[in-house]
């Protein structure tokens, strides 16, 4: 018999994965009951705590980081903080999104004008940084990322990386996120590769992300289903 997780259990699944990812990418950070926190800046674009449960607290949040250096920044998973009192501003706002564990790619989000695969060295990581940040490699992410597990996904046009995603496991899903395409009309075509690359890894998972705006909306035409808000505070004072 299939178990169906609950929204509230899908939702901490969701953080728990966000938060593992955010932790392989930064090599800082701990675990503690209601989040994951760094004491040290992390990188650019990577929180510097992530709330794992509806539960935690401000005061939690803000002894596990470090708002005397610019730049501190806070994923509020449940959209249930207020950091406002201590400097914070909300920089953006997104909706966790969920697929079921083996559910099928929409047709319609596939496309066959990539060619796909998964990066499997270091050289080709740098290259598809590249590619997703538009603006040369700067190391973000490791070459280590790589012999955890995580899938660094490829779309090439003639052997020249276009656009791509990231599917990690973590936290009891698999999560789908840093989702590109240089080409609009690509961007279902790099959902779909995701989705393929998670139902080979791990099928009996449940795979989980957030997105806002137009990203979401690309999100939930390749089948995903929106599960629940979430902030994002910078620390701002």
């Not at 401000?58 to 994923?75: E, F, M, N, R, W």
């Not at 240089?182 to 099928?203: I, N, Q, V």
């Not at 992300?209 to 902030?231: M, S, W």
Request: proline residues 6%.
């Amino acid at each position: 018999m299939t178990i169906i997780p609950s929204t509230g259990g899908l939702l901490r699944a969701a953080a728990r994965n966000n938060a593992e990812w955010c932790a392989a990418v930064s090599r800082a950070g701990h675990f503690r009951d209601s989040l994951w926190c760094s004491p040290r800046r992390t990188p650019p674009l990577y929180p510097d705590a992530v709330t794992l449960a509806p539960d935690a607290t401000a005061a939690d949040v803000l002894a596990g980081v470090d708002t005397a250096a610019p730049g501190c920044s806070v994923k509020d998973s449940f959209a249930a903080l207020d950091l406002a009192p201590a400097g914070f501003e909300v920089l953006f706002e997104a909706q966790w999104i969920h697929r079921p564990a083996g559910a099928a790619v929409p047709e319609a989000a596939r496309g066959g004008r990539l060619e796909w695969d998964e990066v499997e060295s270091p050289a080709e990581l740098s290259a598809w940084e590249a590619a997703w940040d538009g603006e040369g490699s700067t190391g973000l992410f490791h070459e280590g990322l790589l012999r955890e597990g995580i899938v660094f996904l490829a779309g090439r046009d003639r052997a020249r990386i276009t656009a791509g995603a990231v599917v990690s496991t973590g936290g009891g899903a698999v999560g789908v996120s840093n989702v590109f395409a240089h080409d609009d009309a690509d961007t279902g075509a790099a959902w779909a590769a995701a989705l393929d690359a998670a139902a080979r890894h791990r099928p009996e998972l449940p795979v989980v992300g957030y997105e806002h705006g137009e990203g979401l909306d690309t999100a939930v035409r390749a089948g995903f289903t929106p599960l629940g808000q979430l902030r994002v505070w910078l620390h701002t004072a």
